[in-house]
């Protein structure tokens, strides 16, 4: 696997690349989550395409008083991850080469980016898009994978391709959890021990909520009670959002009519967690249920 760091070098690798192309964006302190998207990106090019993946702890996503500083900064593992997953290159460029110090352009999202983390993170779905975009302009992959775990930001992402004509098929993979339920993510190491312990509530309440629908339960309002009087019962925990929004246009609709998602930010003392889930129509659950 080669690892680049300039834009001169990445352009030269990407010049020699064989297509199609499939690039994987992170922020590293890479887990199997990460791993996931890899091994996805790999099934949809072959051995004869190119897997890239970026390691970048992006600084214009993060907010003044966030934990850009102390975000995990773990690039010897991380390679070795990317390594063992295949990757044909990981670019890890500084802060530097990707934002000039009189930058002055931002690729900002005006609709999905207004709810949910937008809400709570003021500037972060922007940051998120410029540097997306950056990312794509230098790479021009044919694939981009994002997980499901951020699904705000896939549907800003998806959104932000269509606007601007970008021609690259963004890919969706599946949430990976641990055994016991709790969404995969760097921020998990924030965790203290009784924060670890209680942090699987999250995911046994948006479950439980899918359940309410699954067993007819259509009001968004019951709904969203259900998962809100889960998730405040959650040990040292506060709730930042929980709310069910159409799975594409973020909307809140008063009642479950089309694919929907429980969306949930959760605050411990050590860190703020994000998690998502399917809830689905009637209907569907009928269709999904039969043979
Ligand atoms: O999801 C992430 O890790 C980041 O938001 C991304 C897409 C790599 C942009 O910095």
Request: hydrophobic share 40%; proline share 8%; with cysteine.
């Amino acid at each position: 696997m080669k690892q680049i760091h300039t834009i001169p070098a990445l352009r030269a690798f990407r010049k020699q690349a064989s297509h199609p192309i499939a690039f994987v964006p992170t922020m590293g302190a890479l887990h199997i989550g990460h791993a996931a998207l890899l091994d996805h990106a790999r099934k949809l090019v072959g051995n004869r395409g190119t897997v890239i993946v970026s390691i970048f702890v992006n600084p214009t996503q993060f907010g003044p008083n966030e934990d850009y500083l102390k975000y995990p900064r773990t690039p010897d593992e991380d390679l070795a991850l990317c390594r063992q997953h295949h990757a044909d290159a990981a670019f890890l460029p500084d802060v530097a080469s990707i934002y000039e110090p009189d930058a002055s352009t931002y690729v900002e999202e005006t609709s999905l980016s207004a709810g949910f983390c937008g809400a709570s993170r003021p500037g972060h779905f922007r940051g998120v898009a410029t540097v997306v975009v950056k990312l794509f302009n230098l790479i021009q992959p044919d694939f981009a994978i994002f997980g499901e775990k951020d699904w705000q930001q896939l549907t800003i992402i998806r959104r932000v391709v269509r606007d601007l004509f970008l021609p690259i098929r963004i890919e969706a993979v599946p949430t990976v959890r641990e055994p016991d339920g709790l969404a995969c993510s760097s921020r998990n190491r924030y965790l203290s021990p009784s924060e670890r312990a209680a942090a699987p509530a999250i995911y046994k309440a948006l479950s439980e909520t899918a359940a309410l629908a699954a067993n007819g339960e259509t009001s968004t309002a019951i709904l969203r009670n259900h998962l809100l009087n889960l998730l405040n019962a959650i040990p040292n925990a506060s709730t930042d959002y929980a709310e069910i929004a159409d799975e594409q246009t973020l909307q809140v609709p008063d009642h479950i009519l089309r694919p929907a998602r429980a969306l949930v930010a959760v605050r411990f003392p050590s860190a703020r967690l994000i998690d998502n889930f399917p809830i689905l129509p009637p209907q569907s659950h009928s269709r999904h249920s039969s043979p």
